[in-house]
Nanobody, 114 residues
Framework: QVQLVESGGGLVQPGGSLRLSCAAS????????MTWYRQAPGKHHEWVAT???????AYADSVKGRFTISRDDGENTVYLQMNSLKPEDTARYYC????????WGQGTQVTVSS
């Protein structure tokens, strides 16, 4: 059974930092491209960042320079380090694994508010 489990969300003040984790099981993690998406209330899913199995990274313009995606293939985990958080970063964050099939986690809530 394939599982992607996100963690690390919470409430943070503007300008603060959080690190999200997504632990995968049931897949050969190293061959999957890993992506973070987010969905704010009343809005569509928004692509945030991708870290391909070949280690290429890509970021949405809205998070470039503030967020960093990384992965530990030995731990089957992908991370999203989020710095200089803004209220508009408030959303539910999801990880996705894309390879022979596509899998999604259940998400973790990030709220940026003073």
């Amino acid at each position: 059974q394939v599982q992607l489990v996100e963690s690390g969300g919470g409430l943070v003040q503007p300008g603060g930092s959080l690190r999200l984790s997504c632990a995968a099981s049931g897949i050969i993690f190293s061959i999957y491209d890993m992506t973070w998406y987010r969905q704010a209330p009343g809005k569509h899913h928004e692509w945030v960042a991708t870290l391909a199995s070949g280690r290429r990274t890509a970021y949405a313009d809205s998070v470039k320079g503030r967020f960093t995606i990384s992965r530990d293939d030995g731990e089957n985990t992908v991370y999203l380090q989020m710095n200089s958080l803004k209220p508009e970063d408030t959303a539910r964050y999801y990880c996705s694994a894309a390879g022979p099939q596509i899998y999604w986690g259940q998400g973790t809530q990030v709220t940026v508010s003073s």
